[in-house]
C-alpha cells in the first residue's frame, strides 16, 4: 500500500459531559443495565445548560451505589458516611450560602439510614437540590429489604417477598414541606435534565426522585430481566401526571408509575426565616450571614 494513501485515524470529538467528569477514575463500578451513569450524565447537562459557575457547585453523597456520584464529578464534593448527606450539605450550605449544594444518593441511604435528616431538611425547607436514585434495593450491600421495595417484591432479607409498606417519596417529601417535588424514571432523559434544570433556578428544599433498573440485585431477584428490560417497563407502564396529589403516587410491584413535576409552590427558606425572626428579636445586634459567605472568604 502507498504510505501517502495511509491518513491518520480521524479524533475522537469529546463526550459533551466529559468536562464535567473525573476521567481518571472511569471505567465506574456500576452495573451494566444500571440507571446511575444516566443520572449522573442528566445532572451535568444541566449544569452545562445553565451555566453555573462550577466553582460554586458542591455535590454531597452517602453510602450506597448512588453516593458513588460524588467521586465521578469534576466538582467540590463529600462522599459522605451513611445517611448523613444531608447533614453535611447542611453544614456546607449555611457556612457558604452562595453554593449550589446538590445532595445526590440512594433510596437506602436518604431515606432509610438517613431518613430523619430528610424530613426535617424538608421541614425547615433548608436550599439544598435533593436528587434521590430509587432502585427499590439497597444495592451496593447485599439487595436488603430498602424503604421503597414494593409490597411482594423479593430481596435478600425478604425472599418470600415484602410485606412491609413501603415509602411514597413525593408524598413524604411534600408532607414533609419541600415545596419543589418531581418524579422521573432513567428513560425520561430530557425531562429529568429539564427538571434539574428548573429545580436549580429554584430555592428551598429541591426534591427530584429518579426510578432507575437495578438488574444486578432487584431485577435478578424478582426474575424481572436486564435493565434493557427495566427500560421498556418504564416506557409501557410510565405516566405523566404532573399536579398529581403525591397521596395518589405510591409506586406497586410492577404496576404504573406516576411521573411529572406534582408540586411547584414558593416559601420562606430556613435561611431566610432565620434572619428575619433574628433581626425581629435582636434588632442591630444580629448580623445575618451575607450571600457570599462572610467570614469564610479572604
Known amino acids: 500500500m502507498n504510505p501517502d494513501l495511509v491518513r491518520d485515524p480521524l479524533p475522537m470529538p469529546e463526550h459533551p459531559v466529559t468536562p464535567y467528569l473525573r476521567m481518571e477514575r472511569i471505567p465506574h463500578v456500576w452495573c451494566p443495565g444500571c ?3 444516566t443520572v449522573v450524565k442528566c445532572f451535568a447537562t444541566a449544569l452545562e445548560r445553565t451555566g453555573v459557575d462550577l466553582e460554586k457547585v458542591s455535590v454531597c453523597s452517602g453510602i450506597g451505589c448512588s453516593g458513588r456520584t460524588a467521586g465521578y464529578l469534576r466538582l467540590d464534593g463529600f462522599h459522605t458516611t451513611h445517611g448523613r448527606a444531608i447533614p453535611f450539605a447542611t453544614g456546607l ?15 437506602g441511604d436518604l431515606v432509610g439510614i438517613g431518613g430523619n435528616h430528610f424530613i426535617h431538611a424538608a421541614r425547615r425547607n433548608l436550599d439544598l437540590l435533593v436528587i434521590l ?31 412491609e409498606p413501603p415509602f411514597n ?23 429529568l435534565t429539564w427538571a434539574i434544570e428548573e429545580a436549580i433556578g429554584r430555592k428551598g428544599f ?7 433498573p437495578c438488574p444486578t440485585l432487584y431485577s435478578r431477584l424478582n426474575k424481572l430481566g436486564t435493565g434493557l428490560n427495566g427500560m421498556r ?7 405523566i401526571r404532573h399536579g398529581a396529589d403525591t397521596r395518589d403516587v405510591a409506586i406497586g410491584f410492577q404496576e404504573p408509575i406516576l411521573c411529572g413535576k406534582f408540586v411547584d ?29 462572610g467570614f469564610l472568604h479572604e
Open 206 to 212: 429541591r426534591f427530584i426522585e429518579v426510578i432507575a
Open 265 to 293: 409552590e414558593e416559601r420562606p427558606t430556613f435561611s431566610e426565616l432565620m434572619d428575619s425572626h433574628y433581626g425581629e428579636v435582636l434588632g442591630d445586634e444580629y448580623v445575618a450571614m451575607p450571600p457570599e459567605g
Open 169 to 191: 417519596l413525593p408524598h413524604l417529601a411534600a408532607s414533609s414541606g419541600a415545596p419543589y417535588v418531581a418524579r422521573w424514571t432513567c428513560l425520561h432523559i430530557r425531562r
Open 233 to 239: 417497563f418504564y416506557h409501557d407502564n410510565a405516566e
Open 35 to 37: 440507571g446511575i451513569g
Open 93 to 107: 450550605k449555611l457556612g457558604r450560602p452562595e453554593l449550589l449544594v446538590t445532595v445526590v444518593s440512594g433510596d
Open 133 to 163: 436514585i430509587n432502585n427499590f434495593i439497597y444495592g451496593m450491600t447485599g439487595g436488603q429489604n430498602a424503604p421503597t421495595t414494593p409490597l411482594t417484591a423479593r430481596s435478600s432479607t425478604m425472599p418470600f417477598g415484602n410485606f
